[in-house]
């Protein structure tokens, strides 16, 4: 169960208190950025033991973060699966949406300098990874 305990501005905090395993995804209002928490409940009394965080999974990466224009991506996804990735702009824009079970290629070409975002999705979880293009 997720409670809103504070909002500090554009800062939504929030208090859960799972009795089991669960995984959490949290979004921004646009769904651009996402973290996934893995929250694992090992209970001894009312003592919760163990908390995983998998925001630092490296279930995909993006290299390298900083290009130039017209530079390509490498985007590797650790999946068996088929997963998705959606590539998008700063203001929630969906530049190029694709499917892949590896390793797939972005070529920069036609994007103006800016921070863009990589939302990686494989199932339940959900990861966003963000690079810079520059002139």
């Not at 699966?81 to 499917?99: A, C, H, M, P």
């Not at 999705?121 to 959900?126: F, L």
Request: aromatic share 6%; net charge positive; charged share 20%.
């Amino acid at each position: 169960m997720a409670a809103i305990s504070k909002q500090l501005g554009q800062i939504l905090l929030l208090t859960v208190s799972p009795t089991s395993n669960t995984t959490y995804t949290v979004t921004d209002g646009k769904s651009c950025l996402a973290d996934t928490y893995d929250v694992v409940v090992e209970i001894t009394g009312t003592q919760v033991k163990k908390i995983m965080d998998l925001k630092n999974d490296n279930s995909f990466s993006i290299v390298p973060t900083l290009v130039k224009e017209g530079q390509s991506l490498r985007i590797h996804a650790k999946t068996v699966q088929g997963s998705t990735l959606i590539i998008s702009d700063v203001s929630g824009r969906i530049i190029k949406q694709i499917r892949t079970t590896n390793t797939s290629y972005f070529n920069t070409g036609g994007l103006k300098p800016g921070l863009f975002f990589v939302k990686w999705m494989d199932g339940k979880k959900i990861q966003t990874k963000k690079f810079v293009v520059i002139q």
